[in-house]
């Protein structure tokens, strides 16, 4: 395994993208984490904040150096969804439709509780490019592993391992080491992004499919300006969303929430 080296581990910082992204203009090399138990002015997609309280869950950002174009930064990105996605369903033992991603990168869990699907992590890919040239990507990565008092506001959408292995135990389980979790996140990783740089989505595109949690529901634009049923996601890491006009939209960035018909 190429990623996971340097390791620099804070007990608090403002966040761990900015200081891989620091790190990148400084020379770091490919494959550098940083880890943090606290995230003072940690944030995820759309600029929202990403608040984890000490010591319970996983935050983390990977340095990468991909020699690749600027237009297959998106598929890395949804690789990266993947590659987390595949380490939450193990650490649950849960099956393919019990974890899955939210295009572009949320995983959810299907809860035993109640099957509805809640966030367990997310995503957060920034690139620095220049020219053609993509200099470096960052990979921050949020998941919710301890926790099991979460805010009222966000019981009904998010939850995290502890819950879930709780429930499909029928009561609570010995805590899950964190350091195996950033691991085996790290393998994956390390398993797929190179070669979606450098050959696109091809290789893992039917895992992609397989794991889609917005395949063939209606969604909407969360500016409420398109809606359709989402097709999948093609070969360019782009959703496809099929209008009510009987248009095929291509969704290049954004964000896309499942709506009750």
Known sequence: MTLGAPLVIASETESTNDDA??????????????????????????????LSPPG??????????????????????????????????????????????????????????????????????????AGAKVEYVV?????NVHTRALPEELTAIATS??????????????????????????????RDVEHVAHKGLGLIHSRLTRHDALFNQRVESTEGDLQG???GVDLEGRLLVECDDGSLKRISSGEMRMRLA
């Open 139 to 143: 990979v921050g990565i949020g998941i």
């Open 229 to 231: 049923i989402a097709r």
């Open 56 to 129: 319970e869950n996983l935050l983390f950002s990977v340095l990468l150096r991909l020699r690749c174009a600027p237009a297959r930064v998106p598929p890395v990105s949804l690789a990266c969804g993947l590659a987390v996605r595949d380490a939450v369903a193990r650490a649950l033992g849960a099956g393919d439709a019990d974890v899955v991603v939210k295009w572009p990168n949320d995983v959810l869990v299907r809860s035993a509780r109640d099957g509805v699907l809640r966030k367990v992590a997310g995503i957060l890919v920034e690139s620095g490019i």
């Open 161 to 190: 391992i502890a819950l879930e292995r709780d429930a499909r135990a029928g009561g609570p389980l010995a805590a899950l080491d964190r350091g195996e979790l950033l691991a085996e996140v790290l393998s994956n990783l390390d």
């Open 21 to 50: 992204k620091r790190g990148a203009r400084e020379g770091v090399p490919h494959g550098a984490v940083w880890v943090a138990e606290v995230q003072t002015s940690g944030r995820g997609r759309q600029g929202r904040a990403w």
